[in-house]
């Protein structure tokens, strides 16, 4: 019993490398985020490989001036929202326009991004590492 308690002591004392470790699957194909009303959004993670192939391919040498911060903001909401709405915000539950239900599309996701609040939240969720870890996925799983 001491045993246990002073290897656990010691493993409090270090940070793991292993926390660091995402689920690539999860980064691509998203994870679901709620909202504190029926409202789900499922998001894949910023710079996934799918997002960053689509957005070399399209934008090239702009991406390097849309990651700088040298592009016109228009122009750079434009370029963010066309990437996000095809590989970052992957799904929604609940969503609803003039009080009805809107299923997801792409074209509708882009619609909605243009709203700006909405689509920094959605790039805020896409940027929460740990929501991206296997860690994560492991300790959802213990508590079903």
Do not use: C
Not at 29 to 34: A, I, M, S
Not at 77 to 105: A, C, H, Q
Request: overall charge negative.
């Amino acid at each position: 019993m001491e045993k246990d308690l002073a290897k656990m002591q010691e493993q409090a004392k270090v940070y793991d490398i292993g926390n660091f470790k995402t689920d690539e699957d999860k980064e691509t194909d998203g994870v679901w985020f709620d909202y504190d009303t029926p409202l789900r959004v499922k998001v894949a993670r910023l710079g996934n490989t799918k997002y960053q192939a689509y957005m070399e391919k399209k934008y090239g040498r702009q991406l390097d001036k849309l990651i700088n911060g040298s592009l016109p903001k228009t122009q750079a909401d434009e370029m963010m929202t066309d990437g996000m709405s095809r590989y970052i915000l992957v799904d929604w539950e609940n969503m609803g326009e003039g009080g009805k239900p809107v299923s997801f599309s792409q074209e509708k996701a882009a619609e909605f991004l243009h709203i700006k609040d909405f689509r920094d939240e959605i790039l805020a969720f896409s940027r929460q590492r740990e929501r991206y870890t296997r860690e994560v996925e492991a300790i959802a799983g213990k508590n079903l």
